[in-house]
């Protein structure tokens, strides 16, 4: 059964001390996509047995730390995995007597109405995300390739049926840019209330996409479309009416809310996005083990067959991220979202798996970042010198009534 959307906002309030273990399962894939970032790096895949090996040492781990576990099982396509199954079993049985939140990442081509009940059976599985590249035909199979574009929206229509909520992906470059600003809309129709656009990264096959990268200025007007298509859905949250929401809880979700833009509290912890959490609460395990930074960024920190989670996390590379304010170069030196810890949580140098496809250098400025602080500092600084000014009298205010 459905939840109400009230309950789902309570189930998300509890993952305020999340982290993710996104555990990339199999190589394979019944596509080619031409933005994947898969560059045939992995040539072994671990049994069922070292999978879910690998999985107890995470699930042990974010116990210990008290964290609230999400595991997002992806691939190449998971779907094509025998162990699926048995993961997402040893989940559940996991999820009877703790908390953990599962999903499964997939292209969607492979999924019937029969999968589709499969995958409703288990209470764990928090949601399918199902790719999408354009909202027609053509465009989403100039990069997925012919039919996949009907097959993936019949797989939206069987886990809907079935009760299982959908995300879609939608990876946006200036060959499907025109339909991303339609995106919302068109999840609409589908049913769907939430989505995930994310900027191509120059890595893998979508390396030869490179010169398809928006500019800051395209980026910047679309995720301003987005965000207020989000704002509209918080607005209407709880109501009747099928709204959607755009995820802004990312790395890549740009600095887009400045100057008269920043007139609140709920504006600066809301319109700006997160920063990055690689070696804060996010690692991606691939299938023969091997643990990488950032899935969008293949820097390898260690390998879970014969590690520790404990040993891996405390990778000098990790540490490094842990403080990448203080190591970030070119503009970020003097921009407020990196420098000023009352704002920087919402980008701190953006998004470093696309500074490191670009100029193999997660340090580097976010190359799609359209924030000036030459000429916009100055103006951000004293909105948030005014609204915590605000802030701290109203809280002064009612502790002496």
């Known amino acids: 059964m459905r939840e109400s959307r009230r309950l789902r906002v309570q189930k998300f309030d509890r993952m305020v001390r999340s982290f993710t273990f996104q555990y990339q399962i199999t190589e394979k894939c019944n596509l080619r996509c031409k933005h994947c970032y898969e560059d045939g790096a992995i040539t072994y895949e671990s049994t069922t047995e070292e999978l879910i090996a690998m999985l107890d040492k995470f699930l042990q781990i974010a116990e210990k730390w008290k964290h609230f576990p999400i595991v997002p099982l992806s691939g190449g396509e998971p779907l094509v995995s025998p162990s699926l199954w048995p993961l997402l ?73 079935a009760g299982v909520y959908v995300h879609i992906h939608f990876v946006v470059h200036k060959q499907n840019l025109e339909e991303a600003f339609q995106l919302t809309d068109f999840a609409k129709e589908l049913g769907v209330d939430n989505i995930l656009v994310t900027r191509l990264v120059p890595f893998g096959r979508g390396k030869e996409m490179e010169d398809l990268m928006l500019t800051p200025e395209e980026v910047k007007k679309l995720y301003v479309k987005l965000g207020e298509d989000t704002d509209y859905a918080i607005a209407h949250w709880d109501t009747d009416e099928l709204t959607v929401f755009a995820n802004r809880l990312r790395c890549d979700w740009p600095v887009i809310c400045t100057g008269e833009c920043l007139s609140s509290m709920s504006d600066v912890y809301n319109k700006n996005g997160a920063h990055c959490q690689v070696g804060r609460s996010y690692i991606a395990v691939m299938s023969d083990g091997t643990c990488y930074a950032c899935r969008r960024m293949p820097v390898v920190v260690g390998n879970l067959l014969n590690q520790s989670f404990e040993e891996m996390w405390n990778h000098p590379f990790l540490w490094k991220m842990r403080k990448k304010y203080a190591l970030m170069k070119g503009k970020c030196q003097k921009c407020p979202f990196n420098t000023d810890s009352r704002i920087n949580f919402s980008c701190m140098g953006g998004a470093s798996c696309i500074a490191y496809g670009q100029y193999g250098d997660p340090f580097m400025p976010d190359p799609q970042c359209s924030f000036d602080p030459e000429t916009e500092a100055e103006d951000v600084i004293m909105g948030v010198d005014k609204i915590f000014e605000e802030y701290k009298k109203g809280v002064a205010e009612i502790g002496n009534p």
């Open 89 to 161: 079993d040893h989940l559940e049985a996991y999820g009877k007597t703790r908390e953990v939140m599962a999903s499964v990442l997939s292209n969607g081509t492979l999924i019937d109405r029969k999968l589709a009940e499969r995958l409703s059976s288990y209470n764990v599985l928090e949601f399918v995300q199902i790719s999408l590249d354009g909202v027609t035909p053509e465009t989403h199979e100039r990069i997925r390739g012919k039919d996949t574009f009907k097959k993936s929206l019949e797989a939206v229509s069987h886990l809907e049926d």
